[in-house]
């Protein structure tokens, strides 16, 4: 079946834009992810959803950036006033169910460059 | 909190031999352990995960690790490298109550022909 999709692949923006980066889960997974991954280092945490509802958003690094999940099944993570530091490589992920030995599926990412 | 290492940025190994990449890692209480890798430009693919149970876990493409909880260590393994195995290996590791994985650094392995 279909994986996790991402868009746009990739993402070049100003300084000071916003931007928004679309997730589309596996169909009927509960569980998103949001990681952050910059250049030579593993993923980071920044936002969970467990259906409609953002369970943890502790990895959020300041109120610039937002993610909503409206229905539950596509996410969009926003990000205001970008900055250059923003600039990475945002992937996705679902899991069936979201408990602790779930396995999460990771979409392709989009690479976002904030210029 | 928990964390991972990775140690080795960097692996090379001569196609047919066996590879080894490691991690170790801390965590309160018992750790899901999980391997994935990363092609270039492409997202990370799920190999293979330890929840409970026998500490050898068998996953894709021929791969499997190896809880070992007195050294903290959940190493990946391939008995015999193909040039295809070459791309970037991340460990992660879960506690009982989070949902968020926490990962290595990740180690580039390079399978030489």
């Known amino acids: 079946g279909a994986g996790v999709s991402q868009t746009p692949s990739n993402k070049v923006t100003e300084k000071g834009k916003y931007v928004e980066l679309r997730c589309d889960p596996i169909?009927?997974?509960?569980?998103l992810y949001w990681y952050r991954q910059s250049l030579g280092q593993g993923p980071e945490f920044l936002i969970y959803?467990?259906?409609?509802?953002?369970?943890?958003d502790s990895g959020l690094p300041n109120d610039r950036f937002f993610a909503v999940r409206p229905e539950g099944s596509v996410s969009t993570l926003k990000i205001q006033r970008t900055e250059r530091g923003d600039s990475a490589v945002y992937l996705c992920?679902?899991?069936?169910?979201?408990?602790?030995?779930?396995?999460?599926?990771f979409g392709p990412g989009t690479r976002l460059t904030v210029l | 909190a928990q964390s991972v290492a990775q140690p080795e940025d960097q692996v090379n190994v001569a196609e047919g031999n066996p590879l080894t990449v490691k991690c170790t890692y801390s965590?309160?209480?018992?750790?899901?352990l999980f391997w994935y890798v990363q092609y270039p430009n492409r997202g990370l693919q799920f190999l293979l995960k330890?929840?409970?149970?026998?500490?050898l876990v068998k996953g894709s493409y021929g791969f499997e690790a190896e809880f070992n909880k007195s050294q903290t260590s959940f190493h990946l393994k391939k008995p015999s490298a193909l040039v295809s195995d070459s791309a970037l290996y991340f460990c992660?590791?879960?506690?009982?109550?989070?949902?968020?994985?926490?990962f290595g650094s990740g180690t580039q392995l390079t399978v030489l022909p």
């Open positions: 959803f467990q259906g409609t509802g953002a369970a943890d």
């Open positions: 992920a679902s899991s069936p169910r979201g408990d602790s030995t779930d396995t999460q599926y």
């Open positions: 992660a590791v879960r506690d009982l109550w989070g949902r968020q994985l926490t």
């Open positions: 965590v309160s209480g018992n750790p899901y």
């Open positions: 169909s009927g997974h509960t569980a």
């Open positions: 330890y929840i409970t149970g026998d500490n």
